[in-house]
């Protein structure tokens, strides 16, 4: 089989490492589908195992679509996907971490922490965000600081990755900015129903326009609460050039839809769209 990228999607840069905007998100093959217990276990009856996703990947690889996201260390069935893939193309996928570390004030924690980052790198991502439940831990609100986060973006540097903090909440970003962190982008929950967003839409709008490293915005779609042509052309038309989207697929087919939702938000062009059925195939409304 030849592999060949049909078209590139755009990309931007983080710390000079180029990204594509489009972020492959994992949430969808993990089992993690925010909506109930049969959905997730829908999801890992279906992705348990790496075979099933290597079709999915490689949809979006032929798209220029190379960066993916996920807890790596978590999900080895993934990773697994993720090598079989770089090894068919011949070509890297950049892999975006999100280790939840261990944050406690000893040495035993430092020492762990330090531990799972370095893992991070050995499995070969190039960037390293802080899980939001670990970060979270180390905001104080009063002083509008991270505590000790400096102790972990080192960890990171220092394993040859990039830094970045995975933000739910929203005062992440704005602590780090004002503060001058060692943080070269964020993860930051964004979509038009403002599904799991901590603030209004509006608020999280100016801090990621305001935000002085790129952001990537997940959960485009809130978790499948709206559909896609609504959630990507929302992201899209309101996010910067150089921030990022993160959408999760569950199969090949949703990711070629994604993908031409997106190309056609970005190219502010009409998106080639299958119509919807119905038991009355001659409805006008369906034309």
């Known amino acids: 089989m030849d592999y060949i990228v ?22 969808w093959m993990a089992g993690y589908s925010h909506r109930s217990d049969a959905a997730d276990n829908m999801i890992k009856e279906r992705h348990n195992r790496a075979e099933t996703m290597i079709p999915m ?11 993916i996201m996920a807890p790596f260390g978590q999900l080895p069935h993934i990773l697994e996907a993720v090598k079989k893939t770089e090894d068919n193309w011949g070509r890297e996928m950049i892999m975006v971490d999100t280790p939840v570390i261990n944050v406690d004030d000893t040495p035993e924690a430092r020492r762990e922490a330090e531990a799972t980052i370095k893992a991070t790198a050995q499995r070969g991502s190039k960037i390293c965000l802080i899980h939001h439940y670990s970060a979270e831990q180390l905001v104080n609100k009063n002083k509008r600081q991270i505590t000790r986060l400096d102790d ?8 040859g990755m990039i830094p970045g903090l995975s933000a739910h909440m929203p005062e992440l970003v704005v602590y780090s900015d004002e503060n001058g962190y060692d943080i070269e982008t964020y993860i930051q929950i964004y979509n038009c129903m403002g599904f799991l967003m901590q603030v209004e839409i509006e608020s999280v709008y100016n801090i990621i326009r305001n935000a002085k490293k790129p952001v990537m915005a997940i959960k485009p779609m809130a978790a499948g609460r709206t559909t896609p042509f609504v959630g990507l052309n929302f992201s ?33 062009r009409g998106a080639n769209l299958a119509k919807r059925n119905s038991p009355a195939k001659n409805q006008s409304a369906l034309k």
Do not use: Q
């Open 6 to 27: 049909k078209k590139e999607f755009p990309r931007t840069t983080v710390d000079g490492l180029s990204l594509s905007r489009f972020i492959i998100g994992t949430n």
């Open 236 to 268: 899209y038309a309101t996010l910067r050039d150089c921030d990022m989207v993160c959408c999760g697929c569950f199969n090949e087919r949703e990711a070629a839809e994604d993908i031409e939702i997106s190309f056609a938000a970005l190219e502010r």
């Open 152 to 159: 972990y973006t080192k960890m990171i540097r220092d394993a």
């Open 57 to 67: 990947f490689d949809t979006f690889m032929e798209n220029g679509i190379d960066t």
